[in-house]
């Protein structure tokens, strides 16, 4: 899908090629990282969360700027590298750890306050990066995984709350693009030139019809109305050259691995485990139900890419490092739960 997303366009020329080697390498990433006890890693989870802020740190002094303008990249000569990608999947880790051992007092205000404070920092670097998609996907696994620990019902209806009284300010924070981005998804009359894409989105989606105009026929990508294609709106390539069928068994794809990490985290021998798989499927999951929802106009575009498919090195080995951390926790399990 990325050879015909980015088919005739010479500053693209070498994304497919880079694109398998980013998927050999991780690969290679999934059995290290399984290979590894996920015990291993969780009893250093402080020292994992220092490195990450480290990372983050790094990117806010010495950070290049990517293709959307955020500084979120670090040239490592051969290539470039995006630490908030891998921040994402650290972060499981270490969250998994903090609430394992916190599970008895999870049901305290406290507890859950001080589980939010070590993603707060993480956040606040990826936010000024700036990268709306990746915090609030960051924002999303945390509170998952604190559910999923056992936090209450009415600790949720008060950071509803405190979300709430936040959101403005965090809105005055925003750089203009991003804005711009949620006031086009609210009014298209708010910005015509930023809507064009949303409506060639839609319009490839709409030419697929049942079985899709075939591979390298579809007019929005090919004739290159469509923007960004490769990445954002890669979901709209596949739609118009495969169809109804080919986008369900995009989703069917996904569905399975979700399940399949799920059940992982059934299997799982402890807690931190569990909450590694749940943090894991969530952003397969979210990042899934994002990249679809902007292509098809029910969410606002934020970057977001749809897991394993969109172009992207940095987050196909860390998604790649995440299954690792799932088969980590698969290999460990009790054969007689099975």
Same mark, same amino acid.
Request: net charge neutral; aromatic share 10%.
């Given at each position: 899908?990325?050879?015909?997303?980015?088919?005739?366009? &010479?500053? /693209?020329? =070498? $994304?497919?090629?880079?694109?398998?080697?980013?998927?050999?390498?991780?690969?290679?990433?999934?059995?290290?990282?399984?290979? *590894? =006890? !996920?015990?291993?890693?969780?009893?250093? !989870?402080?020292?994992?969360?220092?490195? +990450?802020?480290?990372?983050?740190?790094?990117?806010?002094?010495?950070?290049?700027?990517?293709?959307?303008?955020?500084?979120?990249?670090?040239?490592?000569?051969?290539?470039?590298?995006?630490?908030?990608?891998?921040?994402?999947?650290?972060?499981? +880790?270490?969250? &998994?750890?903090?609430?394992?051992?916190?599970?008895?007092?999870?049901?305290?205000?406290?507890?859950?306050?001080?589980?939010?404070?070590?993603?707060?920092?993480?956040?606040?670097?990826?936010? *000024?990066?700036?990268?709306?998609?990746?915090?609030?996907?960051?924002?999303?696994?945390?509170?998952?995984?604190?559910?999923?620990?056992?936090?209450?019902? $009415? #600790?949720?209806?008060?950071?509803?709350?405190?979300? /709430?009284?936040?959101?403005?300010?965090?809105?005055?924070?925003?750089?203009? !693009?991003?804005?711009?981005?949620?006031?086009?998804?609210?009014?298209?009359?708010? =910005?015509?030139? &930023?809507?064009?894409?949303?409506?060639?989105?839609?319009?490839?989606?709409?030419?697929?019809?049942?079985?899709?105009?075939?591979?390298?026929?579809?007019?929005?990508?090919?004739?290159?109305?469509?923007?960004?294609? #490769?990445? =954002?709106?890669?979901?709209?390539?596949? &739609?118009?050259?495969?169809?109804?069928?080919?986008? *369900?068994?995009?989703?069917?794809? *996904?569905?399975?691995?979700?399940?399949?990490? /799920?059940?992982?985290?059934?299997?799982?021998?402890?807690?931190?485990?569990?909450?590694?798989?749940?943090?894991?499927?969530?952003?397969?999951?979210?990042?899934?139900?994002?990249?679809?929802?902007?292509?098809?106009?029910?969410?606002?575009?934020?970057?977001?890419?749809?897991?394993?498919?969109?172009?992207?090195?940095?987050?196909?080995?860390?998604?790649?490092?995440?299954?690792?951390?799932?088969?980590?926790?698969?290999? $460990? #399990?009790?054969?007689?739960?099975?």
């Amino acid at each position: 899908m990325i050879a015909s997303a980015t088919r005739d366009v &010479a500053s /693209l020329a =070498d $994304r497919v090629n880079s694109q398998i080697l980013y998927g050999i390498v991780g690969i290679g990433v999934v059995f290290v990282v399984a290979a *590894i =006890d !996920y015990r291993l890693l969780t009893s250093t !989870y402080l020292w994992i969360y220092g490195i +990450v802020v480290l990372l983050l740190g790094i990117v806010g002094l010495l950070g290049t700027e990517g293709e959307a303008g955020a500084q979120s990249w670090v040239n490592l000569g051969v290539a470039g590298f995006q630490p908030s990608e891998l921040a994402k999947m650290l972060l499981i +880790v270490v969250l &998994a750890q903090q609430l394992a051992l916190n599970a008895e007092k999870i049901k305290r205000l406290p507890t859950v306050l001080i589980s939010l404070a070590f993603v707060s920092v993480p956040v606040f670097f990826i936010f *000024i990066q700036p990268d709306l998609g990746i915090s609030v996907l960051v924002l999303v696994v945390w509170f998952v995984m604190v559910w999923s620990a056992g936090m209450q019902w $009415r #600790h949720i209806a008060l950071l509803i709350v405190a979300a /709430l009284i936040i959101l403005p300010i965090l809105w005055t924070q925003m750089e203009d !693009y991003q804005r711009s981005r949620i006031a086009v998804f609210i009014n298209p009359e708010a =910005d015509r030139d &930023a809507y064009f894409n949303i409506q060639q989105a839609l319009t490839a989606i709409g030419n697929g019809g049942l079985l899709g105009r075939g591979y390298m026929q579809g007019s929005q990508s090919q004739l290159r109305f469509l923007r960004v294609r #490769h990445t =954002d709106f890669i979901f709209a390539v596949v &739609a118009e050259e495969f169809g109804f069928v080919g986008a *369900i068994t995009v989703l069917i794809l *996904i569905t399975i691995v979700i399940m399949r990490i /799920l059940r992982a985290a059934r299997l799982s021998p402890d807690l931190a485990g569990s909450l590694i798989c749940y943090g894991v499927a969530t952003v397969i999951f979210f990042q899934t139900l994002v990249s679809i929802g902007m292509n098809v106009r029910l969410l606002p575009v934020t970057g977001l890419t749809l897991p394993f498919i969109s172009s992207g090195g940095s987050s196909l080995v860390t998604l790649l490092f995440g299954i690792g951390l799932v088969e980590s926790v698969v290999l $460990r #399990h009790n054969p007689r739960d099975l």
